[in-house]
């Protein structure tokens, strides 16, 4: 009897043991007197964002990083969003400062996210962060999402050096940091990186010759199994709602890998969900963590 595959790379049993990492040094900077402190900064009440940021909040209570959420209407001004995020800027109470996008579309987001101080930016979005990231200077802070599927694949022992990774997807949360990440002359990175997006040509060629697959370009199911080679490792980054009348909601969340035809074919795979999503709020607590104690130094 054929049995099931064990090939899942268990992204909540990860993102656990980082918890638990960050936990203790939260615990070391108690014992300085001193409580990291993140700050939320909500505009608008897109459904999405609010189950994010709650998330995200239950998680830093239960590490004991203190945090708020700012709540700022929708039609808040791009002015009054930069007042509130120069005095949290300037509160030596915050070391973490996190904006979640999307913002309403008369606000920047470019705009905003370069005036978050560096130093506090623990979504790795300010330019001089992003600059870091590009040049390997390890003293930034990396984007959440994209250093999560680092971790994931440095703890699952997934080699990448000289390795062929296809990221398929160029936005500036994953796809382009993803490439900067894996193409850097370090251990645990040492990749040769094809970033595909919706111009390029021969994506299912360019993925059939990966030996790890990082789909994060937001379509639905894209990858499909005559697209994986056997012992591929497959990380779906994407979260898509797809319309489904038999659940009560209307639709049903899927990622962009056709996960039941691909995973058999797979070495490893993350499922979705439980592999990228709980690594990124890992990451952002790790983050903060390192805020404060670069503060306090
Ligand atoms: N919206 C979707 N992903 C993210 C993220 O990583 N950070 C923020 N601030 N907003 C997001």
Redesign the pocket.
């Known amino acids: 009897m054929a049995t099931a595959k064990d090939n899942l790379i268990d992204g909540r049993a990860v993102s656990a043991q980082i918890h638990a990492e960050t936990k203790a040094r939260v615990e070391a900077l108690a014992r300085r007197g001193i409580q990291p402190g993140l700050a939320f900064v909500r505009v608008g009440e897109d459904p999405a964002s609010r189950v994010y940021v709650g998330m995200k909040e239950k998680k830093s209570a239960e590490l004991g990083i203190r945090s708020e959420t700012f709540v700022l209407p929708a039609e808040t001004t791009e002015d009054e969003l930069l007042t509130l995020i120069g005095r949290l800027n300037a509160d030596d109470a915050w070391h973490g400062i ?4 999307p913002l309403p579309p008369h606000i920047s987001e470019s705009v905003v996210f370069s005036t978050v101080s560096p130093t506090k930016d623990v ?1 790795g979005f300010h330019p001089e962060n992003v600059g870091k990231l590009m040049l390997g200077d390890n003293s930034g802070f990396r ?3 994209p250093a999560g599927v680092h971790e994931l694949l440095i703890r699952s022992q997934v080699d990448t050096d000289g390795a062929q990774v296809v990221v398929l997807g160029r936005g500036n ?1 994953v796809g382009k940091p993803m490439t900067a990440i894996l193409c850097q002359k370090a251990s645990n990175a040492n990749a040769t990186v094809t970033l595909c997006h919706s111009r390029s040509r021969n994506v299912e060629e360019h993925c059939r010759q990966a030996d790890i697959i990082i789909a994060a370009m937001g379509v639905p199911e894209f990858v499909k199994a005559d697209m994986v080679s056997e012992d591929t490792v497959v990380i779906d980054v994407g979260v898509n709602r797809i319309e489904d009348t038999s659940n009560p909601k209307g639709y049903r969340l899927v990622g962009d890998v056709d996960f039941a035809n691909v995973r058999p074919r797979a070495r490893l795979i993350t499922p979705n969900p439980g592999g990228v999503g709980p690594m ?1 709020i890992a990451m952002l607590l790790q983050n903060t963590a390192r805020a404060a104690e670069n503060a306090t130094r």
């Open positions: 996190l904006v979640q996008a979504d984007p959440c999402t949360i990124t």
